[in-house]
Structures are given as C-alpha cells and as structure tokens.
C-alpha cells in the first residue's frame, strides 16, 4: 500500500532508507542523505530533494551513478539478479523477450555505448519499447560525452520519479 507523505516524514532513517533505498538504481546513499532534508511538503518536493542532490553532485558523482545501473537485456537480467525494480522495468518494455537479432544488437550497440562514454546507456524503461528503446540506444551513441551524461541523469530522474510514485500517494488532489 502506498504510504501519504505525513507517513513518510514520520519515518526513521532506517526505515526511509529500507523502504526509499533503490528509487535510485543501487544509490542507497542517495536516499541517506535526502532523508535530512525532510519534512517533505509533498511527493513532489521529496522527489525535488532527491533531483537537486543528484544536480549538486560533480560530475564524476553522476557518472557513478549511471555506472550503477544494470544493462537494458545484459547479464544481470540472463542470471535473474536484477533489483526487483529494474526486472519488472525491464520485463514490462519486453526485454526478457527480444529475439536473437535484437538481443545481439541490444549487446552490441551496448557495449559501444560503453566503451564509448565509460558509462551505460540509461532510459526509462516503463516509458519505451523494445523498437522504441533500440530507436535510442543506437541515436545516443552518436552524442557527445556531456550531452549522455546529462541525458542519462535526467533518465535516471525519470526512473525515480515513477518508483516513487509506486510507494508514495501523488499530492494531486483527488477528482471525485
Ligand atoms: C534501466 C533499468 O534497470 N530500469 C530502467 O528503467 N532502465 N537500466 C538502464 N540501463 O537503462
């Protein structure tokens, strides 16, 4: 069940970090540190305070943070050792279902990406399809370092928001 935002003011930091610990992709430091910064006005502010921690951060903090995110259809999703969350990302834009050509062009255009950026490639998954998401990766690898860098964390923001919004009640009024 969702929780409303005066449930997660209440929190202890224990709990907030237990429960908030992966709305960014194996950054549990993320939500440590946000966790002071309450109390939260709101969903939105809380997803605010998360945005402007990642924004403050220089820019090797931002590469670290892409480099904790598991490839789209990589090894991580062949051996089941996914986060609960990126599984059920991944498998809702069907990449636990790609054929062998796309399965070899997702790796491949994977591999260039990161050996071109020293990053991964990150997209919001739940926001794409396979077609849409191989679309992507192959237009990405032909940007600059600083503009994937930047496209990749205002992904990385997309991904937390809508986990966010998967644990916490949205702030917009109820229409009756
Ligand atoms: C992911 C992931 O795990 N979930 C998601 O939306 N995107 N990974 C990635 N490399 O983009």
Known sequence: MRM?????NALSYEDFVNIF?????????????VWSRRPFASLTALEASISDFIDA??????EGILRCHPDLAGRDLQSGTLTRESHEEQ???G???LNPAE??????????YKERFEFPFVVCARMHDKANILRQLS????NGRVVERARGIEEVKKICCLRLQGLVLSDAPNKL
Do not use: F
């Open 21 to 33: 610990g992966n709305v960014v992709e194996k950054c549990p430091i993320i939500t440590a540190a």
């Open 103 to 112: 399965s070899s062009r997702m790796a491949r255009l994977n591999e260039e």
């Open 95 to 97: 990449m636990d279902a």
């Open 57 to 62: 951060l220089p820019e090797s903090g931002k």
């Open 4 to 8: 409303d935002i005066a449930a997660v």
């Open 139 to 142: 237009e990405r690898c032909r």
């Open 91 to 93: 498998a809702g834009a």
